[in-house]
């Protein structure tokens, strides 16, 4: 079946550190790559995307490229925020029998630190 | 335009109580998709709905839990005779009417449910 794998956090970071947050996944065919990312105590927000091999999402200094030769979307950003730390989520998407539900990796919290 | 809205924010029920989940989705949009978070979980797909029809319903489970969308209104997600294992945000998200893969699906703030 569908599934994706993060690394697991916590994640801290000094404010202007680089940032990387390792996602692979498995799944048939080609699907489509999602990173959203959830502040507290509110819902997901999409922060990027690409929906074929070799394709960059990238969003607010976040990038991830699909490699679908590594089934892998890694997430990085070049020098992080306090106002960065957040929950990030992994995500998949397939059409299945006219369904595009997402498939969700467990989620990285990400604290950066003044 | 008003984002994804859902009611109420926070519930909490008994034990054996029923809870009623409600999202009005984005104005265009007639996909509507329900979603769980366990505490330290990530999200895990409950029901895809459009309106008037379940399209997907592979991972709600098989007792007390329902959910519609009518041609009227917002959609509801009911539970019925919770137990404390139900607790847990639940969010809804909607996408437009082309559905393509690829569309993004645009998440509510989430019910965060407590069952005492």
């Known amino acids: 079946g569908n599934s994706v794998t993060q690394m697991e956090g916590p994640v801290t970071l000094s404010e202007e550190a680089f940032l990387t947050i390792n996602c692979t996944y498995t799944a048939t065919g080609y699907p489509s790559l999602f990173w959203y990312v959830q502040y507290p105590g509110e819902g997901l927000q999409l922060l990027l995307k690409a929906t074929k091999a070799d394709d960059k999402g990238s969003n607010k200094g976040f990038e991830a490229t699909y490699r679908k030769e590594t089934t892998s979307f890694h997430l990085e950003k070049g020098s992080v925020q306090v106002s960065d730390s957040a929950v990030y989520f992994c995500?998949?998407?397939?059409?299945?029998?006219?369904?595009?539900?997402?498939?969700f990796g467990k989620g990285t919290k990400l604290t950066v630190n003044p | 335009n008003a984002g994804v809205m859902q009611n109420p924010r926070h519930l909490v029920r008994r034990r054996g109580q029923e809870a009623r989940l409600r999202c009005s989705p984005m104005?265009?949009?007639?996909?509507v998709y329900w979603y769980r978070q366990l505490p330290e979980e990530g999200l895990k797909f409950m029901v895809y709905?459009?309106?008037?029809?379940?399209?997907?319903e592979s991972g709600m489970p098989k007792e007390r839990f329902s959910a519609e969308f009518p041609k009227e209104g917002p959609s509801i997600l009911r539970i019925q005779q919770v137990v404390r294992g139900d607790s847990a945000a639940y969010f809804c998200a909607s996408s437009p009417v082309t559905s393509a893969l690829g569309d993004t699906q645009y998440f509510g703030p989430g019910t965060r449910l407590t069952v005492l």
């Open positions: 104005k265009g949009h007639s996909h």
């Open positions: 995500a998949l998407q397939r059409n299945q029998g006219g369904s595009e539900k997402l498939v």
């Open positions: 709905l459009q309106k008037e029809n379940i399209i997907d």
